[in-house]
């Protein structure tokens, strides 16, 4: 199993699938493949791949000891191996590419502009909690208003 090429995958998916969500129109067939072609393949990937090491079928590489998410000690020996790197690279991708979909569905319900929208998904992407953050915070006032409430 060649991981760096898992992970570039990965990447270039994900990217794939931000300009999509941040860039063209939100025709619900782009956000379909948003979310199937998007999210549902890093969701495969990530969980073929973790069941493929967590069963021994698929190596981690050097440096992973083992599932351990009891102790500091134990996360960073899993983080030490490039399918560690790679099974959490993915996870970060799947999540936050998620997270994206629904605060962009979420927005275009409360009427909120595109212009406001895109740094919001920008810092989602590079930063996925401070992104949802920001979000909450924004759509806090229209979700109280009278009739949007979704």
């Not at 996870?91 to 979420?106: E, K, M, Q, S, T």
Request: neutral net charge; hydrophobic residues 55%.
């Amino acid at each position: 199993m060649d991981w760096s090429t898992i992970f570039s995958a990965a990447n270039v998916l994900a990217m794939i699938a931000w300009g999509v969500l941040i860039f063209l129109p939100r025709h619900p067939t782009a956000l379909a493949g948003v979310l199937y072609l998007g999210v549902g393949l890093l969701c495969m990937v990530y969980a073929v791949a973790l069941g493929g090491v967590l069963s021994g079928v698929i190596p981690a590489g050097e440096g992973g000891s083992g599932a351990n998410f009891t102790s500091i000690e134990g996360v960073r020996d899993i983080f030490a191996s490039d399918g560690g790197v790679t099974i959490g690279w993915v996870h970060y991708l799947a999540f936050d590419l998620f997270v994206g979909l629904w605060i962009a569905r979420d927005a275009d319900a409360k009427f909120v502009s595109r212009f406001i929208q895109a740094p919001v998904l920008a810092l989602t992407f590079i930063a996925g909690p401070a992104g949802l953050f920001l979000w909450l915070i924004i759509r806090e006032p229209r979700a109280r208003a009278k009739g949007r409430w979704n």
